[in-house]
């Protein structure tokens, strides 16, 4: 029932920030216990999980990116965003949006969005 889309530029220069949006249906990102994650995969690498806002508009963050990330909603659009600041040619990675119905214990991630290619370059 819930679908996610992500959505922003597919390029960014470096040193500049990156910002995408995660559009959510059939589903509200206030409903109690969600939790509503960015997760990027790296070019050949493994998924690796950057940060979450919950329900109730709290956010965590990945130490290893926690001082270049940050995580905000929109509840009026149903819309939660990734800005990461600073990028680099490492940061070039398809990004995806996921969702969780039950952030008090991570199960897994119950919804996906098709992810979106981002490339730093010059």
């Known amino acids: 029932q819930v679908q996610l889309q992500e959505s922003g530029p597919g390029l960014v220069k470096p040193s500049q920030t990156l910002s995408l949006t995660c559009t959510v249906s059939?589903?509200?990102?206030?409903?109690?216990?969600?939790?509503w994650s960015w997760i990027r995969q790296p070019p050949g690498k493994g998924l690796e999980w950057m940060g979450v806002s919950a329900y109730d508009g709290s956010t965590y963050y990945s130490p290893s990116l926690k001082s270049r990330t940050s995580i905000s909603r929109d509840t009026s659009k149903n819309q939660f965003s990734l800005q990461l600041s600073s990028v680099t040619p490492e940061d070039t990675a398809v990004y995806y949006c996921a969702a969780g119905l039950d952030g008090r214990y991570f199960r897994g991630y119950d919804y996906w969005g098709q992810g979106t290619q981002v490339t730093v370059s010059s």
């Open positions: 059939g589903g509200s990102i206030t409903t109690s216990y969600g939790a």
